[in-house]
């Protein structure tokens, strides 16, 4: 049983196409006569854009896609889309089981998961899709980008003005940072296992020689990812005279299997991940006294933490963000996490199920960590405004303009305008996406490939990490103050490209957000025209695939 038919209605108005008609015009560009009675209420570009829609393919293996799709984030995922999609009379519950289903075995094509593979394999001859619960979705959607295009809009504006008031003879005289250190460094890696959590931290050092102590950089991974992924950071800190520390944390995926729970990771991952850096640091100090290798090279006083996705959130905990118990429980609740767009808010939400402990208990702050690059990170409810109001210590937040996994506007943008630490840098890559600033995995490794599109320009994003972690780490780890003046807007404007925009900005206020998040802003901010009514199924069919399947990658 595979699906022939699409019917699409509103009202008492139906309209019906074959997919095999969809899957021709995907594969060779040929429109036949089914299609041709829509094509003038289609332009040629909307079309063209179909096209790679129908067609985007991700290799996931249907056991992975199977044990996502029970997880609490997947079985969302599949909710909204049987919004959607459905049988002609079937029942919610089947209908649900149908589109998993579909999912799983089309992940299993020679091809890949494809939107096309997902309708050929759906269990029912015809897919209905009901336009007006299409609609109302769509409005929340558009209202959700409209707000994402200010906000990122209004980000931009105050960059220009931040530039515009800095003396333009200081930034001249500057000299060009390094893209290369002249320093030699040394790799080791050390197996630290902590007996109190029963966890295997197998951890890269990378050690330059240099005549002093070094000040240590610590980075620490998303989920699903490993030490490698951030190689191309660890070198280029290494080469500029810094000891670069680069644990692994263990994976949830192992757990999570054994377990065969829903959840998407442990909750005990909050409080193990900030954990695993305070051992390592605890035992590099050991090392520092005892081990030849080790012994007075290493400045455990001052410390800075790099962390991207859930190594974000890492980095802010050490840096002194508290766990915001008060705003998770009104954030999680059955009716917020159902018409979520953030996806996110799943995983943050499973803090809730830590033990009861006091909130000094809770304190992941390591008063060794002096600044903090969070990328990526979600933020929102598992820290909320009073969660990181505590922090303290300089910070940089770099978001994504399409990051679909941890939203720029709710995970980066809002969170930085609570910050009260003047010491705070925002930065948007324009154009990015959650995975961009992720170094390539090692040849052994086990993650998901993932398709260029998904990715973006990841060459210039490294580039735009390590040319801001550099002045930032040296000015407030390594108490450079003369690499300050790279940490403005203006440097950032002199970095940035055509292919990934870069903004920076050191100020955003709640107040200045709160126009561009009012339902009835009707400023001159420009946005991003959204398509017709058709493509736009088309996409938000695309949108909610790719967050599937990023969310999948992210596990």
Not at 167 to 172: A, G, I
Not at 269 to 294: C, G, H, S, V, W
Request: aromatic letters at 8%.
């Amino acid at each position: 049983m595979a699906a022939e038919k699409i019917y699409a209605s509103y009202s008492l108005l139906e309209v019906s196409f074959p997919v095999i008609s969809l899957e021709v015009y995907a594969k060779t560009g040929l429109i036949d006569n089914e299609l041709a009675v829509y094509q003038r209420y289609i332009s040629l570009q909307q079309l063209q854009e179909l096209r790679p829609i129908l067609l985007g393919s991700l290799k996931i293996s249907p056991a992975v896609a199977s044990q996502f799709l029970y997880t609490q984030p997947g079985e969302f995922l599949v909710r909204r889309l049987a919004e959607l999609i459905k049988t002609k009379s079937s029942q919610s519950e089947s209908g649900l089981q149908d589109l998993r289903l579909a999912i799983i075995l089309a992940s299993g094509e020679p091809e890949g998961l494809t939107l096309l593979n997902l309708l050929r394999k759906y269990p029912s001859s015809n897919i209905h899709i009901n336009l007006a619960d299409t609609l109302e979705i769509f409005g929340e959607l558009e209202k959700l980008i409209s707000q994402t295009n200010r906000a990122i809009a209004l980000v931009q504006q105050k960059s220009h003005l931040e530039v515009a008031t800095i003396e333009k003879e200081n930034l001249s005289q500057l000299p060009n940072l390094p893209t290369t250190g002249k320093f030699q460094a040394k790799k080791y890696t050390i197996k630290f296992f902590d007996f109190n959590r029963n966890r295997l931290l197998l951890t890269d050092v990378y050690l330059p020689n240099v005549q002093h102590s070094a000040s240590v950089i610590v980075i620490s991974h998303g989920l699903g990812l490993d030490s490698s992924n951030f190689r191309y950071l660890a070198n280029h800190l290494a080469s500029q005279g810094f000891a670069v520390v680069v644990p692994n944390h263990p994976n949830p995926r192992q757990s999570l299997i054994k377990s065969k729970t829903s959840e998407l990771v442990e909750p005990g991952e909050f409080t193990d991940r900030p954990l695993d850096i305070k051992y390592i640091l605890d035992q590099l100090e050991t090392a520092n006294q005892f081990d030849a290798n080790f012994k007075g090279r290493l400045n455990l006083q001052q410390v800075g933490v790099f962390g991207q996705s859930f190594g974000g959130y890492t980095a802010l905990a050490l840096a002194g963000a508290r766990i915001n118990f008060e705003q998770l429980k009104k954030d999680c609740t059955p009716a917020g996490l159902r018409n979520t767009w953030n996806m996110s808010l799943m995983l943050q939400c499973q803090a809730l199920e830590l033990p009861t402990k006091s909130e000094k208990e809770y304190n992941l702050r390591d008063e060794r960590v002096k600044a903090a690059i969070a990328v990526n990170p979600i933020t929102s409810s598992i820290f909320g405004q009073a969660g990181l109001n505590q922090i303290q210590t300089p910070v940089m937040l770099v978001g994504s303009s399409e990051d679909t996994v941890a939203p720029t506007l709710a995970e980066q943008i809002l969170p930085f305008s609570w910050l009260t630490n003047p010491q705070k840098y925002l930065v948007l890559l324009l154009g990015g996406t959650h995975f961009s600033t992720i170094g390539n995995g090692n040849s052994g490794s086990q993650q998901v490939a993932l398709p260029a599109e998904m990715v973006g320009d990841a060459f210039q994003a490294r580039a735009y990490i390590k040319a801001l972690s550099l002045p930032f780490f040296q000015a407030y780890v390594a108490k450079r103050p003369q690499y300050l003046p790279y940490l403005n807007a203006d440097y950032a404007k002199t970095l940035s490209t055509q292919s990934l925009g870069l903004s920076l900005v050191q100020s955003l206020s709640s107040q200045e957000l709160s126009p561009v998040l009012d339902n009835n802003f009707y400023g001159v901010i420009p946005e991003k025209k959204l398509p017709s009514t058709i493509i736009k199924l088309g996409f938000w069919i695309l949108d909610i695939g790719v967050s599937l399947l990023h969310v999948m990658i992210f596990l």
